[in-house]
């Protein structure tokens, strides 16, 4: 039986709209499904967990990367595949995955039945499942996430978020520990924290990230100017940010960060707190279809 866990309001809208013709090719193929729609954020964890126990073949979650983290987040460490048939507005996890974005192509891929395990990283109670971040990175997700116009954007929302951001936000100092060994770092933009290369509707802020080989990838970018920071946004869409001065990639196992003042932390686009953070790779802790 496979579970699909369905984001209606993901997307604009398009979660609902994907979910009618998947379940039209469902019945077509006569393959066995149940179907839940979630009515509230966090809602699809909860629900999740609460069928873990059940013969499940997999649970598909249609939505966007903030509907993955929450799926996610329930199946890690269950052995029970993750599905995933994009309808969000980013769809970062479909690209990084290699899932196709057409829905009926998601679809059979979910049902060629063919498992890959992925790493995961733990942040407090949470997993991080693509990418994450603290800082410039977690307001503009927040802004995202508050505006309704930007949700009609699309993939160009994070540019409208980060227009938005921009004129608020005070670069931090920030003490990062990556596998035990210190830096701090003066007025920090942003940490991105990265299982996957891109984030934010395509960007490669992480290009050397892979999400199973047992490492974090790390991107500050630190000591620029409002003006510098404009200048150097473009090139982060194709990852060609990461030989300017001002940007420092690292990998690690276990990351501390700690900042003053504290930044919002986002996870997969979710915000999920404030720094301090600890972070620790979790390898092969999820199967994805
Ligand atoms: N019924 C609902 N009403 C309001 N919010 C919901 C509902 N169901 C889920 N959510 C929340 O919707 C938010 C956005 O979901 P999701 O990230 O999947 O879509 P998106 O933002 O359009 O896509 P992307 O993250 O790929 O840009 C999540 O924070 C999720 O918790």
New binding site residues.
């Given amino acids: 039986m496979y579970v699909f866990i369905v ?6 809208g ?2 609902r709209r994907v979910w009618s013709r998947v379940e039209g090719w469902l019945i077509q193929k006569q393959t066995p499904y149940e179907v839940y ?8 964890t909860e629900l999740v967990r609460s069928m873990i126990r059940r013969d499940i073949e997999a649970v598909v ?1 249609v ?8 799926v996610g987040n329930a199946l890690v460490d269950t052995g029970i595949p993750l599905g995933y048939i ?8 479909a690209q990084a995955q290699g899932i196709p974005l057409h829905p009926k192509q998601a679809l059979y891929r979910v049902l060629r039945n063919k498992i890959q395990p992925m790493d995961t990283a733990r942040i407090g109670t949470r997993s991080l499942i693509g990418f994450g971040g603290i800082g410039f990175d977690g307001q503009v997700a927040k802004a ?2 508050q505006s309704s116009i930007s ?1 009609r954007l ?2 160009f ?1 994070y540019l409208l978020g980060f227009l938005q951001t921009l004129k608020q936000y005070r670069p931090a100092q920030v003490t990062l520990i990556t596998d035990g060994i210190e830096q701090v770092f003066d007025r920090v933009w942003l940490v991105a924290i990265c299982n996957q290369p891109n984030y934010g ?1 395509g960007m490669q802020i992480c290009p050397e990230a892979r999400s199973d080989d047992g490492l974090l990838n790390l991107c500050c970018v630190h000591g620029l100017s409002r003006a510098g920071l404009i200048k150097l946004f473009p090139s982060v869409y194709k990852g060609r940010h990461t030989s300017h001065p001002s940007v420092l990639l690292l990998e690690g196992r276990r990351i501390t960060l700690r900042s003053d003042p504290p930044l919002v932390i986002h996870s ?3 915000i999920i707190g404030e720094t301090p953070l600890s972070i620790e790779i979790r390898p092969r802790s999820l199967t994805v279809l």
């Fill in positions: 984001n209606p309001v993901s997307g604009n398009r979660g729609f979630t009515s509230a954020p966090s809602q699809a979650a939505g966007g990367d903030g509907t993955v983290h929450e994009p309808a969000g507005s980013g769809n970062d996890f995202v996430n949700r699309g993939r929302a509707g997969d686009g979710e």
